[in-house]
């Protein structure tokens, strides 16, 4: 290992990958697209289940003192319809992650798609709640599969140096859906037909298509090829991905270090769902990472920023704020309009920062929200507060949280175990959606635990947490290639990973060449 430290100096390091065109930043960034049906159909139903069409079709008649249109759904199906999707995407997620293991990441895609197509026709066609019910939970397995997927494969195809940038876009698409299913819902919600949640629902078809025509004509990540031993497509995929003859010396170098990286983890490790969970608590153990990767995700839903897009409208009625219908939509162009400040922020300051940052000042912005709510008791105040505030802390989730805590998931796991690791920790991010959107409305609402503003000091403290869960269990991963943050988390630790640079490569280590004549041997065995 110290020979070859000789050998190669530090502009090998630099150029363990290869350059990178247009195109290829353009084919990376596509399946980031991915994220418009979690964000659609995370959105489209709160608006669907307030049609009086869809109230008065599926839901129970009652005084108009109670519903002015005199109809309501029951809350038992309301909450059922909801978080059946989160059921199946909980699923539809770890299942992504033991298939895209054994038939690819893209194919995974593209049948996740199809699978959310079927939920996506069920859901159309039904005229009751059953059909719903019965058409979210499928819709939701596709869902779940697309989301873990999509992270993982957008970071194994990504140049290093924008990989964060690239998932970030990932985030903006979810945002992008929540925002056009809130239109879409306003657009229909006076028809007094079938076509007022039809058409929401159907619109989905749409997204799922652009997605898997898309994967259809992209290549496979090559990181899956190294693992199935099929180096001559991992080489092909690479040449895609970047832009670049086979014959590149980066390309070259990029896939020896994949190769190298493979191999190394696999002398300590297979990549079995057992060993996601082995290796005690040592910074890189697999246990660490999926405990740091599961966590992470649990606690970007404990920022309590579904709070605002899920019952944002009838928290805002609640506490006498005049246009509440708008405020949400205001919410929504917020998340839009800021995420795209993350591209540049994420590879400028990095993921660690970016994190600790968005904990603090959505920490602030939060306890002003609760403080001053409880202090004011003219309401009036409290209201402006509530509004400009609120705006800040989804700008401050948009810009740090939203993006980071995806970019970060697709970074930490050693190939052996990525696919796996990436499903657990989306299959977090999808439990602790459903478990806050199922408890939320007990705690806030009036009738029952009427925490009213005060429940802004529940997401404000649990911020406090998130500081210090990143402070001591996330490594800064920028600029890093996938392969370079594994030798990263085995030198040293989350607090001093920025500072740290990498000394020599898996290829090095492995013996597995690096210099002229080995690189050629190398050229000529793939
Ligand atoms: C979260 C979602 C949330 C969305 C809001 C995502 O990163 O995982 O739960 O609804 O951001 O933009």
């Given at each position: 290992m110290s020979d070859s430290k000789h050998v190669v100096g530090t502009t090998d390091l630099n150029h363990i990958e290869a350059p990178v065109t247009w195109r290829a930043y353009l084919i990376c960034g596509f399946?980031?697209?991915?994220g418009i049906l979690f964000g659609y159909d995370s959105g489209y139903i709160s608006g669907v289940l307030g049609m009086d069409y869809v109230k008065r079709e599926m839901g129970n008649a009652v005084s108009t003192d109670v519903d002015p249109s005199g109809f309501i759904l029951a809350s038992w199906q309301k909450s059922l319809i909801t978080s059946i999707l989160s059921a199946g995407t909980f699923f539809g997620a770890l299942l992504g992650g033991e298939i895209s293991e054994r038939i690819g990441r893209r194919t995974t895609i593209m049948i996740s798609c199809l699978i959310y197509s079927i939920g996506v026709a069920v859901q159309t066609g039904s005229i009751n709640v059953g059909g719903l019910v019965a058409g979210r939970l499928i819709a939701g397995f596709g869902v779940g599969g697309v989301s873990a997927t999509v992270i993982l494969y957008v970071s194994e195809i990504s140049p290093r140096k924008v990989r964060g940038l690239l998932v970030s876009g990932y985030q903006w698409a979810i945002t992008i859906g929540l925002l056009v299913s809130s239109g879409v819902d306003q657009g229909t919600k006076d028809r007094d037909d079938r076509s007022s949640y039809r058409i929401p629902i159907a619109i989905q078809f749409i997204w799922a298509f652009i997605l898997s025509a898309g994967l259809f004509v992209l290549p496979e990540s090559p990181r899956y090829y190294v693992k199935r031993d099929r180096l001559e497509s991992a080489l092909k995929s690479l040449e895609r991905v970047r832009g670049q003859k086979a014959t590149t010396p980066g390309i070259q170098a990029e896939l020896a270090e994949i190769k190298a990286n493979y191999e190394y983890e696999r002398q300590i490790a297979s990549n079995s769902w057992l060993d996601c969970f082995r290796g005690g608590f040592a910074p890189r153990s697999n246990l660490r990472r999926v405990i740091a990767g599961t966590s992470l995700q649990m606690f970007q839903q404990w920022t309590g920023i579904n709070f605002i897009f899920y019952y944002g409208t009838t928290f805002f009625q609640q506490v006498g704020i005049s246009n509440a219908f708008l405020m949400s939509v205001i919410m929504n162009v917020v998340n839009v309009a800021t995420t795209p400040a993350s591209f540049y922020m994420i590879e400028r300051f990095g993921r660690r920062t970016l994190l600790l940052w968005g904990a603090v000042i959505m920490c602030v912005c939060e306890f002003i929200v609760a403080i001053v709510g409880v202090a004011d008791t003219s309401g009036h105040a409290a209201n402006i507060c509530l509004i400009v505030f609120t705006c800040f802390y989804i700008a401050g989730f948009a810009t740090t949280w939203g993006p980071a805590a995806w970019v970060v998931i697709g970074e930490i796991y050693p190939l052996p175990i990525r696919a796996k690791g990436v499903a657990l920790a989306t299959a977090s991010n999808w439990l602790w959606n459903c478990v806050i959107a199922v408890i939320t409305p007990y705690i806030v609402d009036k009738d029952r635990g009427n925490l009213g503003v005060k429940v802004f000091f529940v997401w404000g403290s649990a911020l406090f947490l998130c500081y210090v869960f990143v402070y001591f269990f996330i490594p800064e991963t920028k600029g890093l290639s996938l392969e370079q943050v594994d030798k990263m988390l085995e030198e040293t630790t989350p607090r001093t990973s920025a500072k740290w640079k990498p000394s020599d490569t898996f290829a090095q280590t492995m013996g597995m060449a690096n210099n002229d004549k080995e690189d050629s041997a190398h050229q000529e065995k793939v």
């Open positions: 399946a980031s697209f991915g």
